[in-house]
T-cell receptor, first 114, second 110 residues
Framework: DTGVSQDPRHKITKRGQNVTFRCDPI?????LYWYRQTLGQGPEFLTY????????KSRLLSDRFSAERPKGSFSTLEIQRTEQGDSAMYLC????????????FGPGTRLTVL | KNEVEQSPQNLTAQEGEFITINCSYS?????LHWLQQHPGGGIVSLFM???GKKKHGRLIATINIQEKHSSLHITASHPRDSAVYIC????????????FGTGTRLTVIP
């Protein structure tokens, strides 16, 4: 399968713990996006990378959130000192740099903070 | 106010019915996506369009740039079409991220 993959698919953690999610984009895609989706809502943009450079961050990305894409391939999203409000589906997408720029989504990581 | 509004929020149809989901947006866009999300969360891109009309199987998507409106039609609906359908737009001003509607939950009853 050469689609976008995310790991883990589900994560349950206690409030105050740190969690890290991984996204592997489609191999030739140089853009990678992170989105967050809460129950009953559409996804909201968090951040995106072009190769290893983080080019844009949403105001939703508080100081407790950090994302990296060290080699321009896979990316990690870390949440420190998790809060119950962080419970959501975290979606990753990737695309080529082109005028077309169609984004392909991964299956998501569902985070539950108890 | 959300930049992207969808209607209806929920839709129940009998198998075989023709279905229309609407999307209106308030910003200038370079492209509009229709996405399908099944229980469990994975999102599949159905269409990306910037003008006119696209068709894939029983699905048809149209967009009217002047009216800032798009529709997704499903012909001969089937229970396997039951999912959340999300409209998302990409802005014009260099932004690469998508702005999403809240989705339309479709249930097709056999």
């Amino acid at each position: 399968d050469t689609g976008v993959s995310q790991d883990p698919r589900h994560k349950i953690t206690k409030r105050g713990q740190n969690v890290t999610f991984r996204c592997d984009p489609i191999s030739e895609h140089n853009r990678l996006y992170w989105y967050r989706q809460t129950l009953g809502q559409g996804p909201e943009f968090l951040t995106y990378f072009q190769n290893e450079a983080q080019l844009e961050k949403s105001r939703l990305l508080s100081d407790r959130f950090s994302a990296e894409r060290p080699k321009g391939s896979f990316s990690t999203l870390e949440i420190q000192r998790t809060e119950q409000g962080d419970s959501a589906m975290y979606l990753c997408a990737s695309s080529l740099v082109s005028a077309y720029n169609e984004q392909f989504f991964g299956p998501g990581t569902r985070l539950t903070v108890l | 106010k959300n930049e992207v509004e969808q209607s209806p929020q929920n839709l129940t149809a009998q198998e075989g019915e023709f279905i229309t989901i609407n999307c209106s947006y308030s910003v200038g866009i370079s492209a509009l996506h229709w996405l399908q999300q099944h229980p469990g969360g994975g999102i599949v891109s159905l269409f990306m369009l910037s003008s006119g009309k696209k068709k894939h199987g029983r699905l048809i998507a149209t967009i009217n740039i002047q009216e800032k409106h798009s529709s997704l039609h499903i012909t001969a609906s089937h229970p396997r079409d039951s999912a959340v359908y999300i409209c998302a737009v990409r802005g014009q001003t260099g932004a690469n991220n998508l702005f999403f509607g809240t989705g339309t939950r479709l249930t097709v009853i056999p």
